[in-house]
């Protein structure tokens, strides 16, 4: 058995990785330059360093090493295509150039599609690692209050709605009214920024898209998420159940805990 990873930034492919490696697969480990960690090396039954734009690379690496099912773990972030910091190959020109937008959907699909035309299938990442997703209920000892309650249930529309526009997945809101709407900066730099507008007491909800492929761009919440909560004094982070995931779990609750902060699993059914 064997497992492709193309790995972007961030600890989630590296778990992809150890999750793998200990039910016996080889991992062949496409790593995204100045991106992925160097931890990678070991955990890696063979890797590969291609720059983030040199798609034929990337593909002919994973054809070579026989690579027919993969997963693309860790964050690759779009601001890269207005900074310079990506050098196309043709292949990905010509995928550019067939966009009908450089929305995260229309790239990410068409990304998945390219690969498939050589016979390589991405997977859903909760499908393959199940104890991942984040589980329902307040995971911390300390639950929401009732205004923060209404928050979060205000936070779901928007968000819901941001992310059918394919905008973002993530808002900040106070006394239910929006701070901050993710956009191509990221979760952690819309929470400090909507963070810093509400004063302290924010309320930070990260949700999935109505649409969302759970192969691709799957909400995950990190130990930077929570600096930049802590930073700005945020009071409750609710994220998707079932289509999120929370890195290091139990570590970042405890740490959530430490800092008077609740992390909540949200279902539908919570914010009617």
């Given at each position: 058995?064997?497992?492709?990873?193309?790995?972007?930034?961030?600890?989630?492919?590296?778990?992809?990785?150890?999750?793998a490696?200990?039910?016996?697969?080889?991992?062949?480990?496409?790593?995204?330059?100045?991106?992925?960690?160097?931890?990678?090396?070991?955990?890696?039954d063979?890797?590969r360093?291609?720059?983030?734009?040199?798609?034929?690379?990337?593909?002919d690496?994973?054809?070579?090493?026989?690579?027919?099912?993969?997963?693309?773990?860790?964050?690759?972030?779009?601001?890269?295509?207005?900074?310079?910091?990506?050098?196309?190959?043709?292949?990905?020109?010509?995928?550019?150039?067939?966009?009908?937008?450089?929305?995260?959907?229309?790239?990410?699909?068409?990304?998945?599609?390219?690969?498939?035309?050589?016979?390589?299938?991405?997977?859903n990442?909760?499908?393959?690692?199940?104890?991942?997703?984040?589980?329902?209920?307040?995971?911390?000892?300390?639950?929401?209050?009732?205004?923060e309650?209404?928050?979060?249930?205000?936070?779901?529309?928007?968000?819901?709605?941001?992310?059918?526009?394919?905008?973002?997945?993530?808002?900040?809101?106070?006394?239910?009214?929006?701070?901050?709407?993710?956009?191509?900066?990221?979760?952690?730099?819309?929470?400090?920024?909507?963070?810093?507008?509400?004063?302290?007491?924010?309320?930070?909800?990260?949700?999935?898209?109505?649409?969302q492929?759970?192969?691709?761009?799957?909400?995950?919440?990190?130990?930077?998420?929570?600096?930049a909560?802590?930073?700005?004094?945020?009071?409750?982070?609710?994220?998707?159940?079932?289509?999120?995931?929370?890195?290091?779990r139990?570590?970042?609750?405890?740490?959530?805990e430490?800092?008077?902060?609740?992390?909540?699993?949200?279902?539908?059914?919570?914010?009617?």
């Amino acid at each position: 058995m064997q497992i492709g990873i193309i790995a972007g930034a961030g600890d989630l492919p590296e778990i992809i990785a150890r999750d793998a490696k200990e039910r016996g697969y080889k991992v062949i480990t496409i790593a995204l330059e100045n991106l992925a960690s160097s931890v990678l090396n070991d955990l890696s039954d063979e890797i590969r360093w291609i720059n983030v734009g040199k798609l034929g690379a990337i593909i002919d690496a994973l054809k070579g090493s026989g690579v027919r099912e993969a997963i693309m773990a860790g964050k690759v972030h779009k601001s890269l295509l207005y900074k310079s910091k990506v050098t196309p190959d043709m292949r990905a020109i010509k995928l550019l150039f067939s966009l009908k937008d450089k929305s995260d959907d229309s790239i990410l699909n068409a990304l998945a599609n390219e690969l498939a035309k050589d016979g390589i299938t991405i997977i859903n990442t909760a499908a393959f690692s199940p104890h991942l997703p984040t589980p329902a209920g307040v995971l911390t000892k300390e639950t929401p209050s009732q205004e923060e309650w209404a928050d979060i249930k205000f936070g779901w529309k928007i968000a819901k709605t941001i992310g059918e526009m394919d905008i973002g997945q993530t808002v900040v809101v106070k006394g239910q009214a929006v701070m901050a709407v993710e956009a191509i900066e990221g979760t952690d730099e819309a929470i400090l920024r909507g963070g810093k507008w509400a004063g302290g007491g924010a309320v930070v909800v990260k949700v999935s898209k109505p649409q969302q492929d759970m192969r691709l761009d799957v909400p995950v919440i990190g130990p930077a998420t929570l600096k930049a909560m802590i930073d700005v004094r945020a009071r409750v982070l609710a994220i998707e159940a079932e289509k999120s995931i929370i890195i290091h779990r139990d570590k970042l609750i405890k740490e959530a805990e430490e800092s008077g902060i609740s992390i909540v699993g949200l279902s539908a059914e919570k914010t009617k």
